[in-house]
């Protein structure tokens, strides 16, 4: 009778998630996702805007009643925000950090509130203090300044930080050829080139050098370097499609006295676009949406229950939604050299918008959802149409195999955007990132020529062998958990980590079984695996597990033949069954890292991840 229950409880719950998933497709056919609301976003765009409204000599230009109302409802939004500790976090859900904190307390210095929130103000003071002030900052990010000197440049403009304490950067570099780019050892990641220029330009604006050589090579490098940035800017008008980057960008050139550069222009109508009316004010996100990446990842674990897929490309009144969504993310790779990062043709950035850059992470999620579509080809076309979308298919993955060779790292690991860029921690190759590749280009391996791949493949398994923990553990480069020591996340890099393993046949490595063991030993009592003490369940038996990480941990144990592992792997099929059942399994943590460690979170993530794991659980529990 008890298995009788499991059975049905395990069926319903499946259902009940995959309806939750698909329903989150948009017309169009894809899915689109939210992203948490940022608190360092809406303080760095509030100050941007405050920027303008001060320096602007001619309001004819601004649209400033627009201005003012966001800048209004940001404010009643941030103060609901105010963690008890006097600090503020990236996200709704998160601890509080001092890089958010000091950046809160220089928007309300910059939109000239302190007096009238100087309660909230000597709060936030008292935090950043306990956290090291300056130095604490510093410290938090070591040797890359991606952040930081942006950071302290956004104080320095609100007149709360003296000059002296930001950084040179030097733009002037901006001026070399991009295939240079890596030899330059750069003090700021790959992807902040526009930090680099325009906070590299406000410091020699209002604080030049004292060398008149370096003051004459800065001051005949403005121009060139600004068309170097105007170049660089998406027909969006917003840096990566991320709003800080934006704002920094444009808070700096206003400050140089451009508010009227094309580029400051473009900037604040991307940030005022990206402004989002919240029921207590209104907030910006850290970027504008994950589209590309919801997209294939939902893909990908719908088809893990392989005859709820065929069913669902069979329905006729699903039919077009399929074959929409199967162009639209054709149109998202990207055909050209990219102006950003100078990336060849080939890969697949995180979103449709004209901001995204071809990353290692998003090209395999989209080779792996091309093979669904190319193996269920006959399910959505016909005649000649099908042999035009599957020489079409191959066309494209043959040009995504080759981005991501080209991409490999002399450490023989993936690099998330630039080949060659080790120097700081976001640029070097990642655990997550190779072990994605290594499974795009398994995908595909069968339909391929290409001499190289079987190489690439196991110069990556070295490279995770090398990186491997004592303990047996991997630690991923864009994924994080708050409340484990320095941040790092082992339940998700370990656990993408083993589905590269298992993608390449199974798990008879030594690295796999101690990884395999890894995730067994350290699943918590209450059956789920990751989250802490930031985590509460309201009135459940959850314990402090999260969605995001038992789904994904309990997915790769049901692969494993191990008795151990299934018994384990059973527990969290259960967690994630009374997750389901008691109307909790959408609820999201932070567990994402944006650019420069900035945390998010992902409302797609939960579901996604349990429909893969729960998918895998009945696929299993049918062929008994």
């Keep these: 009778m008890n298995q009788l229950k499991t059975a049905s409880g395990l069926e319903a719950a499946y259902h009940s998630v995959r309806q939750n998933l698909l329903q989150e497709r948009i017309d169009a056919g894809h899915w689109v996702g939210e992203l948490s609301a940022s608190a360092l976003s809406t303080a760095t765009a509030i100050s941007t805007l405050s920027f303008l409204l001060d320096q602007s000599q001619d309001d004819r230009d601004i649209p400033v009643d627009q201005v003012r109302r966001q800048i ?6 941030l103060l609901t925000q105010q963690n008890d500790d006097g600090g503020w976090g990236d996200t709704p859900k998160s601890h509080s950090n001092i890089s958010t904190s000091m950046l809160v307390v220089a928007a309300i210095h910059a939109a000239k509130r302190d007096r009238e929130l100087n309660s909230q103000v000597a709060k ?186 065929i069913n669902e490309l069979q329905n006729s009144d699903e039919t077009d939604h399929w074959r929409n969504c199967f162009d639209w993310l054709m149109s998202c790779q990207n055909l050209e050299i990219h102006p950003f990062t100078g990336a060849a043709p080939g890969g697949w950035g995180w979103t449709d918008l004209s901001g995204a850059v071809p990353d290692a992470d998003d090209t395999p999620g989209a080779l792996l959802a091309l093979r669904q579509f190319f193996d269920h080809a006959e399910l959505l076309w016909h005649g000649t149409e099908l042999d035009q979308k599957k020489k079409q298919i191959l066309k494209s993955k043959e040009l995504g195999i080759q981005w991501l060779l080209g991409l490999q790292n002399r450490d023989r690991g993936w690099p998330t955007f630039c080949r060659g860029w080790g120097k700081l921690p976001f640029d070097r190759s990642g655990t997550d990132i190779t072990a994605h590749a290594i499974r795009g280009l398994l995908a595909w391996k069968d339909r391929t020529n290409n001499p190289t791949l079987g190489s690439a493949i196991d110069k990556g398994f070295r490279f995770l062998s ?159």
């Design 124 to 309: 936030a003071e008292s935090y950043i203090e306990s956290q090291g002030g300056i130095p604490g900052l510093k410290k938090r990010y070591g040797i890359d300044k991606t952040f930081a000197v942006p950071i302290l440049a956004n104080c320095a403009m609100a007149g709360i930080v003296d000059w002296k304490q930001v950084s040179a950067l030097p733009f002037e570099a901006a001026c070399v050829p991009q295939r240079f780019y890596n030899l330059l050892q750069l003090p700021v990641v790959s992807y902040a080139i526009p930090a680099l220029v325009a906070i590299g330009q406000v410091k020699f604006h209002k604080d030049p050098p004292w060398d008149p050589i370096r003051k004459i090579i800065r001051q005949s490098s403005v121009a060139p370097s600004l068309r170097v940035l105007e170049k660089m800017m998406p027909q969006s008008g917003g840096f990566l499609e991320a709003v800080p980057l934006t704002s920094f960008v444009s808070m700096a050139l206003i400050h140089c006295g451009k508010q009227s550069h094309p580029v400051v222009k473009k900037g604040i109508q991307f940030i005022l676009d990206s402004f989002r009316v919240e029921d207590d004010g209104g907030s910006w996100p850290i970027d504008t949406n994950l589209a590309t990446w919801t997209t294939t990842l939902s893909i990908n674990s719908l088809a893990v229950h392989s005859s709820s897929w």
């Design 466 to 624: 090398k990186t491997q923990r004592k303990d047996g553990s991997w630690i991923p480069l864009w994924f994080g958990n708050q409340d484990l020591p320095d941040e790092i996340n082992p339940y998700y890099g370990t656990a993408k980590v083993l589905s590269g393993y298992w993608a390449a046949g199974g798990f008879d490595t030594t690295e796999a079984r101690i990884g395999l063991k890894w995730v067994r030993d350290n699943q918590n009592p209450d059956g789920g695996w990751g989250g802490g003490e930031s985590l509460a369940w309201p009135d459940s038996d959850l314990g402090r597990s999260s969605v995001e990480e038992t789904a994904l941990c309990t997915e790769v144990l049901l692969n494993d033949a191990d008795e151990q592992s299934k018994a384990s792997a059973q527990r969290g099929v259960q967690w994630l069954i009374r997750a389901v059942e008691s109307n909790q399994i959408q609820r999201s943590w932070p567990i994402g890292f944006y650019f420069a460690r900035l945390w998010y979170f992902e409302k797609m993530y939960p579901l996604v991840f349990a429909t893969s794991a729960l998918g895998r659980a009945l696929a299993q529990q049918q062929t008994e």
């Design 72 to 77: 209004d409802a940001g404010f009643r939004w």
